[in-house]
């Protein structure tokens, strides 16, 4: 009996999976294998949120696999070890993995290959397991190595043919090997989360993007910026763990609607900092364009944003909803962002860090990235762009639905009032006045 075995990282899936699709056309046999990794699981011990996910999305993950007659094996360890040890044991001639593009993940694949190659076992990396469209595939016309600007890249994007959809295994056959039992979130981080984080797999994600695409998909590019209408998807957290395949979400989304065309860019936005991750790795702690100003250092300021105390109702909701859901709608995060390094001129890698440390869908390529757009050290050529919370308020949350939610100690004002909270003579020890003042106070 031949054996192969399927890696499981960033693809928590079953459903348009090229690695277990390969995998179980490369032998008799598949061996479907997530290790807990003792060194990427120290990088993120401090991240409650995603490790809750993680394990809910491994126990989606095995119960499709014994659906289909197989299970996940779990393994604890460094993972180039684990991975050989697995390969003896079942005597593996190949190991299929999802391409990835973060400094660690490529550092993993070449572990993994001198590794396996010690036991005469190969590597196949896959591309476009986790990104829609190959992160290494788009290269611009005028010799650069990445796409710097979104448009350009977004055009090319569309016009790149996609892969159809992979259909899921009807069987599998999985040789005896032995397997650890599935952690409880509290083994890998024991930092409290999020008290109503939302924790699925694929089996979830599956319905929310049935649902998605049934109808609501259509009116996102009207409501995709108002928080209070709850006009995105919810699917970040899907995608960042694999649960969803990208190609697939983009291959069911009808592009004709602009509702559905607004969707799919975001998915295209998911690609182009992929891509630029995969060209310029080190740009996840560095600049990718150097900062204008020097960052200042106000560890008052920072703790105030950080528990949604800053005095400006638009910026605290945002934060105090990450701390309870461990997630935010983009608008919201965009304007966050904007008052920690364009108002208070924190720098972003402490921003960053703490939406790592709260947000389940805490993507590497995205939020770093993101948080470089904003900050006007990353790819967008408008640097100066600031985000007034109150002009913003007033365009996103005009009625103050989305602060009333999240700030109930503002609840009783009415309509937009809520936006000025010190015009209506608010106590501190209620609400804490504004930490900065801006136009239109």
């Not at 909803?321 to 904007?338: H, V």
Request: hydrophobic share 40%; with cysteine; proline share 7%.
């Amino acid at each position: 009996m031949t054996a192969s075995i399927a890696l499981f990282t960033r693809d928590l899936r079953v459903h348009d999976n090229p690695v277990l699709t390969a995998a179980c056309a490369d032998g008799d046999a598949v061996v479907p294998l997530f290790v807990l990794d003792t060194e990427l699981l120290d990088k993120v011990r401090h991240a409650p949120n995603r490790m809750r996910f993680l394990v809910a999305a491994l126990s989606e993950l095995d119960a499709e696999l014994r659906s289909r007659g197989g299970r996940l094996i779990v393994r604890r360890g460094r993972i180039a070890e684990v991975v050989a040890q697995v390969a003896r044991e079942v005597r593996a001639h190949r190991v299929h993995l999802a391409a990835d593009v973060t400094s660690y993940s490529v550092e993993r694949s070449a572990a993994l290959r001198d590794r396996l190659a010690e036991i005469r076992c190969d590597l196949r990396l896959h591309p476009a397991s986790i990104t829609a469209v190959d992160a290494t595939a788009l290269r611009p016309d005028t010799g650069r190595t990445h796409y710097a600007i979104f448009t350009p890249y977004f055009r090319r994007w569309l016009d790149t043919p996609m892969r159809r959809p992979l259909a899921a295994p009807k069987a599998l056959t999985v040789p005896a090997v032995e397997s650890a039992e599935l952690p409880a979130p509290g083994e890998l981080c024991a930092d409290p989360g999020s008290p109503s984080l939302a924790v699925g797999g694929e089996t979830t994600g599956r319905k929310l993007l049935a649902q998605w695409l049934s109808g609501p998909v259509r009116q996102y590019e009207a409501t995709k910026d108002l928080p209070a209408h709850d006009g995105t998807s919810g699917l970040s957290p899907y995608l960042h763990f694999g649960c969803l395949s990208a190609a697939e979400v983009v291959h069911r989304t009808d592009a004709t609607d602009p509702g559905g065309l607004a969707f799919v860019r975001q998915i295209a936005w998911r690609d182009f900092y992929h891509q630029v991750l995969a060209d310029r790795p080190e740009v996840a702690v560095e600049d990718y364009r150097p900062a204008f100003e020097p960052w200042q250092r106000d560890s008052h300021a920072v703790a105030a944003w950080k528990a949604g105390r800053t005095g400006l109702p638009m910026v605290d909701a945002g934060m105090r909803q990450l701390t309870e859901q461990g997630w935010m709608p983009g608008r919201a995060r965009l304007i966050a962002a904007s008052f920690l390094v364009k108002t208070l001129r924190i720098d972003w890698r402490i921003g960053a860090r703490h939406f790592e440390r709260w947000l389940v869908d805490g993507d590497i390529a995205n939020n770093r990235m993101n948080w470089q757009w904003m900050a006007g050290t990353g790819t967008d050529t408008r640097s100066s762009r600031v985000l007034n919370p109150l002009r913003q308020a007033e365009r996103f949350d005009p009625d103050g639905d989305y602060v009333r939610r999240w700030l109930p100690e503002l609840a009783g004002l009415p309509g937009a009032e809520i936006h000025r909270p010190w015009r209506a003579g608010m106590l501190s020890g209620d609400y804490p006045p504004p930490i900065v003042e801006f136009n239109g106070m």
